[in-house]
């Protein structure tokens, strides 16, 4: 009983409705502004904009001669016997490389250096004072690298630049949202429920219940007290029902804390699309106007860094920052110690070290073949949202303004299947884990229907069929926005249920560590394979086999043991003082 009144007297928190929905306000601006990088550059146009800058200095293949974009765009010139565009390369040094792959290869390094950030400047956003400037700063340097696109055209000697503003954006971004993610703990402790939970649990664990026979002020001799313990359980009656009733209030407590926690999370998703659609139907406007131009490509990015720019301004104003974090919740931390930047990123690697440790991997085996699985499924979405976007420049040869519709549908069908499968979980009666795996095979039909476009019957004569039009690709977008939009929210939350109880902002470091250093080997993979056979659709069945590889450790996940391997693990960390 003591331990578990000692676990909420420090810090209590009190509800402070202004500060809290200040707070809150901070946090939601800057999901609105920085997600449309996300949304509208990072999956839709910056891949079609290297890819066309590198084609602006590409040479068609075989003779490397007839510069790409002065080829006469008819499907004698541009379409070869199998259906599938001609290549157009271009040498960067003394290297002739695939321009989708060019995409392909920066996306793939700067996610790289994205994992490497995070790992490193983990520490530093974990510290209150310092999380609003490393936000701030990330922010600065994500926008800005946006907002320079406008003023580096094509045809620029030095255009590999825009090589480096890509990977600047997209490692930006990354660490801005590490610390953002870094304020949600807190931002879900300091609701006005959670307070009145955590209030309840500290009410219940400090009510000291007294001996049978005995009252508060009765003073009891030594060796009577020996005795009594001698013959007495334990633990007496009135001890044991508190102790049970703090448990249960505890668990209401964990189980509010974890709604909070989604619905803040979900709100600031979807404000995030809501956003990002906004800035798409902009965009449209000067895309279809200059015809999809490189200009009117690196218009759309720069309008993303604008809008980036100017609603970080109220996030600026209203998250907290030094003195301020002290005001809520679990933002009471603070530490006598000097601070140290180059200390906290040595302790950040030595932390990641510990805890990729075999020992502790043991100890927690289901939550680590889940984060196997999450590597490649991580990978894997990421991967057919680049390639399909690629697919749908190189081999259909869609437009920039089709392009954009892709990208607009992505997103709303993703708020959709956000709706629409906690509804079909409910009256089916499948567990996350189910509805799980049956997300991951269903996106693995969409990149299986695009090797049916290898079959004889789609590449000749078949007007439909192996996404081989326009038009199929629009159908496939719903159906992947509709299973990514659940998977995301499932997958964070069937994580929720393996990681200890009270380390989940380590755990979800670790999460997102993951996410983020494997989503640069699917793009560098399908590269190759483009760049190797000429063709981005031998792509698809590397990412038929990525994520398929990925169901079986799903289904060896055993969550009642997960489980509660976790809880024995947090009791093993609290009880040497980790």
């Not at 996610?111 to 490497?116: G, M, N, T, Y």
């Not at 620029?156 to 490692?171: E, F, R």
């Not at 798409?280 to 809008?307: K, M």
């Not at 040595?346 to 085996?365: D, S, T, Y």
Request: hydrophobic content about 50%; charged content about 15%; aromatic content about 10%.
């Amino acid at each position: 009983m003591t331990d578990l009144a000692d676990e909420y007297t420090p810090g209590l928190p009190t509800y402070d409705d202004h500060k809290y929905k200040r707070y809150l306000r901070g946090w939601m601006s800057y999901a609105f502004a920085s997600e449309v990088f996300a949304v509208v550059s990072l999956t839709l146009f910056l891949p079609i904009c290297l890819e066309q800058f590198a084609r602006d200095h590409g040479y068609l293949l075989p003779d490397r001669i007839q510069p790409c974009n002065t080829a006469v765009t008819n499907s004698t010139v541009l379409t070869a016997e199998d259906g599938e565009g001609i290549r157009c390369v271009v040498k960067l040094g003394w290297m002739w490389i695939d321009t989708a792959s060019f995409s392909l290869y920066v996306f793939s390094t700067s996610v790289a250096l994205q994992a490497i950030t995070v790992i490193s400047m983990g520490g530093i956003a974990d510290h209150p004072p310092h999380r609003k400037r490393v936000l701030l700063s990330f922010a600065t340097l994500g926008f800005t690298s946006a907002i320079l696109f406008l003023l580096l055209p094509s045809s620029s000697p030095v255009w590999p630049l825009v090589a480096l503003l890509a990977i600047s954006a997209n490692v930006a971004f990354g660490a801005s949202i590490v610390a953002l993610n870094a304020y949600l703990p807190g931002l879900a402790a300091s609701a006005q429920e959670v307070v009145a939970a955590d209030a309840e649990v500290w009410r219940i664990a400090h009510v000291q219940p007294q001996p049978h026979g005995h009252s508060a002020n009765d003073p009891t001799p030594d060796a009577e007290a020996e005795g009594a313990q001698a013959s007495e359980p334990l633990l007496a009656p009135e001890e044991l029902t508190v102790t049970l009733e703090v448990a249960e209030a505890k668990a209401v407590r964990n189980q509010t804390l974890s709604t909070e926690t989604a619905r803040i999370s979900a709100h600031g998703i979807a404000l995030g699309y809501v956003a990002g659609i906004v800035v798409l139907l902009l965009a449209l406007i000067p895309v279809r106007a200059l015809g999809g131009s490189t200009f009117a490509l690196r218009l759309a990015i720069g309008l993303t860094g604008v809008w980036w720019a100017l609603f970080s301004i109220p996030a600026a104003i209203w998250l907290p920052g030094g003195k301020d974090t002290k005001t809520i919740a679990v933002w009471e931390e603070s530490s006598d110690e000097p601070w140290n930047t180059g200390k906290e990123i040595v302790k950040a690697w030595r932390k990641l070290g510990n805890m990729l440790r075999w020992r502790e991997i043991k100890r927690l085996k289901n939550t680590f073949t889940y984060l196997a699985a999450w590597f490649l499924l991580s990978d894997g979405f990421t991967t057919i949202t680049s390639t399909a976007i690629l697919f749908g420049k190189t081999t259909l040869h869609m437009p920039a303004s089709s392009l954009m519709i892709v990208g607009a549908l992505a997103p709303s069908a993703g708020i959709l299947g956000s709706i629409m499968w906690p509804v079909i979980q409910r009256r089916a009666g499948w567990s996350n884990l189910r509805v799980l795996i049956t997300l991951v095979i269903m996106a693995s039909l969409i990149p299986a229907y695009g090797c049916l476009g290898f079959l004889p019957v789609f590449q000749h004569g078949a007007r439909v069929g192996g996404l081989t039009t326009p038009g199929e690709m629009y159908g496939l977008t719903v159906v992947f926005g509709i299973v990514y939009g659940a998977f995301q929210g499932y997958a964070r939350a069937f994580y929720a249920e393996l990681i200890p109880p009270g380390e989940e902002a380590r755990w979800y470091g670790l999460y997102s560590i993951t996410d983020k250093s494997s989503s640069f080997v699917g793009p560098l993979i399908v590269g190759l394979i483009a760049d190797t056979t000429g063709n981005i659709r031998y792509g698809f069945f590397f990412l038929i086999f990525m994520v398929w590889l990925a169901v079986p450790l799903l289904a060896s996940v055993n969550i009642e043991r997960g489980r509660e391997d976790a809880r024995q693990y947090s009791q093993r960390q609290r009880a040497v003082g980790s």
